[in-house]
């Protein structure tokens, strides 16, 4: 439902909902996915391709104890998310370790249908195993990414729903 349809419901009928993500909640994580990809297109991960996002990134690492991912929901649609973790470095290395064999066969594919994709691979592996910026310096948490749905961030939602999906966020992280 996009944000359009959402406003012509009425606003008793609107429910938003900030919860973390799990690995057995398959369309969340697709949605997931797919904001990453639109929303951060310059992302050295978003040049990974959706299968790699939706497998290893919102999908395997899900396992990890030291990392998190929230999604804000409106009426059963991911809106925005954040993941952050306590140590993205070695989240990341236990990660890429834990199921390399996996990692190699889906990049592969994705190697096959768009050939560029290697140069993405050189790019992204040093930001795997690299600190990345503090989102919450009183739980040592660092942003891994985090991104709104465009229509989401319009003005005319903000005002319709007095939401910043991007600060709930923020301050269900702290």
Known sequence: MTP???SQQSSSARTAVIKRLIHSMLRERAEVAKIHISELPDSELSGLGEAFLYHFYYGLLLSDPDYYCYIYQENGHVAGFTAFSTDSASVCRRGIFRSWPRMVWILTAEIFR???LIVAIMKSAGSFFSPKRVLCAEIKAEAM????A???RSVEYFRRTGTNIAQALYLTVA
Do not use: D, I, L, N
């Open 4 to 6: 359009e349809q959402a």
């Open 114 to 116: 768009r050939p560029p």
């Open 145 to 148: 990414s985090t991104a709104v």
């Open 150 to 152: 465009g229509p989401y």
